[in-house]
């Protein structure tokens, strides 16, 4: 039940008198409103039953000062006890006590969600953008990668961990293991080949299981029936033998992913996107390791939006050089500032050149297309084959060179986005194009920051749900220190102007009339 109790000071609040107006806790507090928190999370109480729960506020921002100082739950509280800043941020009286490190755990996985931190740092960002704090008209959108908080294992080491816990779960709950169910486990480190290796333990699960089926009631026993199902799932996964699925039992949900050809990690992917001329984080996704840059576009697209700036410029690498976002940046309106990835788009521009007001393209010799023909398929993209004149190839001296030993090719085929993707390619080729594509650095600095200061290089917890909150968490954190910074700079460059003003009047002669 939350209690709504107005807050009352006490005669030891005139210490708080010692904090230095310019304390990055008191900027933050004097131009953001947290009070939306209640509001926010008031669904996730009871009204009327129960004790009075700590006010969502206090502890929303007992997370925030954890993420922005980088300390754990137990740590957060110990310095909140000694910090007269700490507590002021609060809310709370220098002598009154602060909840049990183990209410923060209960608050994040059962009060606090997703969509509710997403919502937390649009409204920060929203009341920024109208106080003029956050200026800007671009968006820049990258991923960076985060390890996970366990090793990954060999399937081999998995899959005794899953015969294990099957026994270890009847054993429990039956208080005996049937003789049909001991057997010993086969010694794979001691097979060389790794593929008999996986096979050999996979025999023995799968016969463990068979066995378990046969000779113990399961109906019974609930835990036991549960590592089986767990067993038999990761099993029926194409994916576990070839060790692209599951690599570890404490977290299942990370995935391999490649930084590089040759530099993988094992973890989740947080993307995000920002405003480059100010350095604000808009809107986070987070995903396996294994996911695909771009493919969470559309959710920070429009939750950037929302945040009440009006969005001009999207800035990206080649991995956001992709069909469905080139389309939603020109519906909207926005220039695409995202360089051409060659593996999406193939074409020599250097012999053909596209006109897009004659649906024509030109080789290198001046001939031209005088017709083209669509090509349909069924699990790929279709293809444009534009016919040259024919007249004219015959009798170019490019054409053995330009058709190759098939001297009959006067066909240039292309997919049916090439003509957009050309036009995309010569504006990237602009010294402007390139001014601007300079902006989006402001990822790695970012990226850097929450790695280096605020413990984003590796998951606190395990499972995406934790790794989401997190990361949102984080960039909520980076948000309001960057506000803080913004403001603090802001103030001081008017009082230097004010300096420089006073100065300037010292030394400017005043002439009066006689």
């Not at 008191?26 to 409103?33: E, F, H, M, R, S």
């Not at 609930?222 to 039992?249: C, H, W, Y």
């Not at 001329?277 to 697209?301: K, P």
């Not at 500032?337 to 006109?355: M, W």
Request: net charge positive; charged share 30%; proline share 3%.
């Amino acid at each position: 039940m939350l209690k709504n109790v107005p807050h009352q000071l006490s005669i030891y609040s005139v210490l708080y008198d010692k904090i230095p107006s310019n304390h990055i806790l008191k900027i933050i507090a004097g131009n953001v409103d947290f009070s939306f928190i209640n509001e926010l999370l008031k669904d996730s109480y009871c009204q009327h039953l129960g004790r009075p729960a700590k006010e969502p506020e206090m502890l929303a921002k007992i997370l925030i000062l954890q993420y922005l100082y980088n300390l754990s739950d137990v740590k957060v509280i110990e310095e909140a006890r000694l910090n007269l800043a700490y507590m002021w941020f609060l809310g709370l009286n220098p002598e009154e006590d602060l909840p049990d490190a183990s209410l923060l755990a209960k608050f994040r996985k059962h009060r606090l969600k997703e969509t509710s931190v997403d919502d937390m740092i649009q409204e920060v960002v929203r009341q920024c953008v109208e106080k003029g704090i956050i200026k800007g008209t671009g968006l820049s959108i990258d991923a960076t990668h985060t390890q996970a908080n366990t090793k990954k294992k060999v399937p081999e080491r998995i899959m005794k961990h899953l015969g294990r816990r099957i026994i270890r779960a009847i054993e429990k709950e039956n208080g005996v293991i049937p003789a049909e169910l001991i057997s010993e486990v086969p010694d794979y480190k001691l097979i060389e080949d790794h593929n008999e290796a996986k096979q050999k333990m996979k025999s023995y699960v799968e016969e463990l299981i068979g066995k378990t089926e046969s000779h113990v009631d399961l109906s019974i026993l609930p835990n036991s029936q549960q590592a089986v199902n767990e067993a038999k799932e990761i099993l029926e996964d194409p994916k576990f033998m070839v060790q692209k699925g599951v690599r570890s039992l404490v977290d299942k949900e990370a995935r391999v992913g490649y930084k590089s050809k040759t530099d993988s990690f094992y973890g989740y992917k947080v993307e995000f996107a920002m405003l480059p001329e100010t350095r604000i984080i808009t809107a986070v996704t987070v995903e396996s390791g294994a996911y695909v840059d771009g493919s969470q576009f559309e959710e920070l697209y429009q939750r950037s939006k929302a945040c009440g700036l009006p969005i001009q410029e999207v800035y990206g690498d080649k991995a956001y050089f992709r069909k469905p976002i080139l389309d939603t940046l020109q519906t909207e309106a926005v220039e695409a500032i995202i360089p051409v990835n060659a593996c999406v788009y193939k074409l020599d521009e250097s012999r053909f050149s596209y006109n897009k007001d004659s649906d024509q393209w030109f080789c290198e010799m001046g001939n031209h297309t005088e017709k083209k023909v669509r090509q349909k398929y069924k699990n790929k993209n279709d293809v444009y084959r534009y016919h040259f004149v024919k007249s004219h190839c015959v009798q170019c001296p490019q054409r053995l060179t330009c058709a190759g030993k098939n001297t009959k090719k006067k066909v240039l085929r292309v997919s049916e986005h090439c003509a957009q993707y050309y036009e995309h390619s010569q504006l990237a080729k602009s010294d402007q194009f390139k001014l601007k594509y300079k902006k989006r650095a402001c990822h790695e600095w970012k990226n850097g920051e929450m790695k280096r200061f605020h413990g984003l290089d590796r998951a606190r917890g395990y499972g995406l749900k934790s790794m989401s909150l997190q990361a949102k968490l984080t960039a909520l954190a980076v948000n309001l220190k960057r506000i803080a910074a913004l403001i603090s700079f802001c103030g001081h460059a008017f009082m230097q102007q004010i300096v420089n003003f006073a100065a300037y009047c010292r030394l400017t002669p005043i002439f009066t009339q006689g």
